[in-house]
Nanobody, 118 residues
């Protein structure tokens, strides 16, 4: 089992920045990929960004150039730096971990709310 604990959400004005963190514990040896999905009310949960143990990254088109994902393998923590936030970025952000790059997420965090006001 892997436990994922997120922090860093909140309310910010459009154009502002937030940094999300997600710390993993438990069976961390099984983790290869960590990253973030988000889900707005009435919408499906969509991938935002992910990063492998080796540092490969992948971003949704909607956040490229504005969001940066990074990872501290020693601390088993992944970060999402979100700049130039837009109201459409408002959602619950969920941290995830996966064994495989091409597989579905294995574990989820509890979610953290990000609200961007216009």
């Amino acid at each position: 089992q892997v436990q994922l604990v997120e922090s860093g959400g909140g309310l910010v004005q459009a154009g502002g920045s937030l940094r999300l963190s997600c710390a993993a514990s438990g069976s961390i040896v099984s983790i290869n990929v960590m990253g973030w999905y988000r889900q707005a009310p009435g919408n499906q949960r969509d991938m935002v960004a992910r990063i492998s143990t080796g540092g490969s990254t992948n971003y949704a088109d909607s956040v490229k150039g504005r969001f940066t994902i990074s990872r501290d393998n020693a601390k088993h923590t992944v970060y999402l730096q979100m700049n130039s936030l837009k109201p459409e970025d408002t959602a619950v952000y969920y941290c995830h971990s996966s064994k495989n790059w091409f597989g579905s997420p294995d574990y989820w965090g509890q979610g953290t709310q990000v609200t961007v006001s216009s």
